[in-house]
């Protein structure tokens, strides 16, 4: 009952003085007539109403202290009401999918530990969230979402010392409390064993993934006045760690308050822009090594900020994928980009490629493929035209589920890349099992060609390796004339970068196609 709408009289003056604001109440029925009543009030912890289960049980009480009231046994009924206190409160401060301390729980712990803490040992608080944990529940399903929290809870409790604390906060949030820390290295200590234990795969039914997490460390000092402030802290920490590598941790330092002001201003921002169409589509050239013609061209996204100017995509790609922004940013290039490359076909008369990268979120939308389908209608660009890009770290997150992605996108007839390959996340079988046009080979293991050695025996062997699966290959990031001149003789067809094209608005792309001094088109010379 809510106390406030279902109590008058003396009964709620009795609640009201005790500030009793949620109850149960049940009747002790004895064999001829009602023996009394049981009230429970005022849920504590992070839910403070009662639910069906409370009620369940509590219902099961009343029954069990009837019938010993019945019978006389009024230390049976006691005995009974302790247990249920205990049970409720247990639920009240655990969480009930991992079995670990709740949010109450955990800043009850903290403070202790704040009040305890001793001159000569420090404590520390760590903040953990999972980095693809929306995407595996948006495209697993809920099921393998509390699946893979309690796996993770479980790893995290094994990575701890015997008297650290750990605790679920909500969603996939963890953090953990570390007492009697001499050194902040044992902290770290634990971090490193968070991170290698991250690492290995995680079973969910018939699907393998892989997380990464992202921790955030605060040590107490004898400036800090209370839990939610560690708490904070190391929560600030997390998004620096998060900011900088998936995956990774990070020391709280009071710099770092200022980035995380910053990004909630930067976030609140690109929502703004989303609504307000503030991003662009520019275009970045790839050519044909063999003659320098320009044979496609890779859209590469850009943010109009009013005041900021030009943004670059590494500045908020990373929070729009945090965000789930990153799905609607990417429709929209996807539809600029089809729209404007099926113009600048029919102007040259030429059978340009478009290239478009698609992040994970939007591999695992369930309307990315109507979505493309859509897109090449609209614009009337040919299917065959359309080159669809994903990093070859998305697409190991979920090969079994990218794979049936991947042949649904392939039955409308685009063609589809492995962007960056080289990072060394995919293995040859499943390389043979996506159903794949092109690999594009990162521009990291690109540019060191040029220092020579080892790096360009493995470029061949990548080269060489592609031609034998039927696939072409376009290298990323030349940007110097040697690599350009290796890759050539390496075999490598085609190419993009710097050292070839610059990133370019559209009208620019256009320009590249009017005819020069010669009379000829479509051909960039080679830089010397």
């Known amino acids: 009952l809510d106390a406030r709408k279902h109590a008058g009289g003396l009964v709620g003056a009795y609640l009201r003085d005790r500030d009793i604001e949620d109850l149960m109440v049940a009747p002790l029925k004895g064999e001829r007539s009602t023996l009394g009543i049981i009230m429970i009030g005022n849920r504590i912890g992070d839910v403070t109403t009662f639910d069906g289960e409370d009620l369940r049980l509590f219902e099961t009480l009343a029954y069990n202290a009837s019938v010993s009231l019945e019978n006389g046994q009024l230390d049976?009924?006691?005995?009974n009401l302790t247990e249920l206190k205990d049970e409720l409160r247990h639920r009240a401060y655990h969480d009930p999918l991992t079995g670990l301390g709740n949010r109450t729980l955990f800043i009850e712990q903290v403070e202790a530990a704040?009040?305890?803490?001793a001159s000569d040992a420090e404590i520390a608080v760590m903040f953990l969230d999972l980095d693809d944990f929306k995407t595996i529940n948006d495209s697993l399903g809920h099921e393998a979402g509390d699946e893979l929290l309690q796996t993770v809870a479980g790893r995290v409790r094994n990575s701890l010392r015997p008297n650290d604390v750990p605790a679920r906060l909500g969603?996939?949030?963890?953090?953990?409390l570390l007492h009697e820390l001499d050194d902040p290295r044992v902290a770290v200590d634990v971090a490193e064993r968070i991170k290698l234990a991250m690492k290995s795969p995680f079973r969910l039914g018939d699907d393998e993934v892989f997380v990464h997490a992202s921790v955030g460390i605060a040590m107490s000092s004898a400036e800090t006045a209370s839990a939610s402030e560690l708490l904070r802290n190391a929560d600030v920490a997390m998004y620096d760690a998060k900011s900088k590598v998936k995956g990774g941790y990070a020391m709280f330092e009071p710099g770092m308050a200022e980035a995380a002001i910053e990004r909630l201003n930067l976030k609140?921002?690109?929502a703004r822009a989303v609504d307000s169409g503030e991003f662009d589509v520019s275009y970045q050239p790839v050519l044909d090594l063999r003659s320098g013609a320009i044979v496609g061209a890779e859209a590469l996204l850009r943010w109009s900020h009013p005041e900021r100017g030009t943004v670059a995509p590494a500045e908020f790609l990373e929070l729009a994928e945090d965000t789930g922004l990153i799905v609607p940013i990417g429709s929209g290039v996807l539809r600029q980009a089809c729209r404007e490359i099926s113009l600048l076909r029919k102007e040259t008369r030429l059978p340009l490629t478009l290239g478009v990268n698609l992040s994970l979120h939007q591999l695992r939308n369930q309307v990315l493929v109507s979505d493309v389908a859509e897109s090449l209608q609209l614009s009337g660009l040919p299917a065959q035209a359309l080159v669809l890009e994903i990093a070859e770290s998305?697409?190991?997150m979920d090969p079994d589920a990218t794979i049936e992605t991947l042949d649904r996108l392939k039955a409308l007839g685009v063609q589809l890349a492995i962007d960056d390959f080289g990072t060394g996340y995919s293995s040859l079988s499943y390389l043979h099992r996506f159903p794949i046009d092109t690999i594009k080979v990162a521009r990291t293991f690109v540019r060191r060609l040029a220092e020579g050695g080892d790096d360009a025996v493995l470029a061949r062997a990548v080269i060489e390796l592609?031609?034998?699966?039927?696939?072409?290959?376009?290298?990323e990031g030349v940007e110097v004339g040697s690599v350009l001149q290796q890759l050539k003789e390496l075999g490598c067809e085609y190419g993009q970068g710097y050292h070839l094209a610059g990133v370019l608005p559209l009208e620019e792309l256009r320009n590249l196609f009017l005819p020069g001094p010669d009379g000829n088109r479509n051909v960039v010379p080679f830089p010397a």
């Open 268 to 270: 609140a921002e690109l």
């Open 171 to 176: 969603g996939d949030e963890f953090a953990i």
């Open 76 to 79: 049976k009924t006691l005995r």
């Open 114 to 117: 704040v009040g305890e803490r």
């Open 394 to 396: 998305d697409i190991m």
């Open 466 to 475: 592609a031609h034998t699966m039927g696939l072409a290959v376009v290298a």
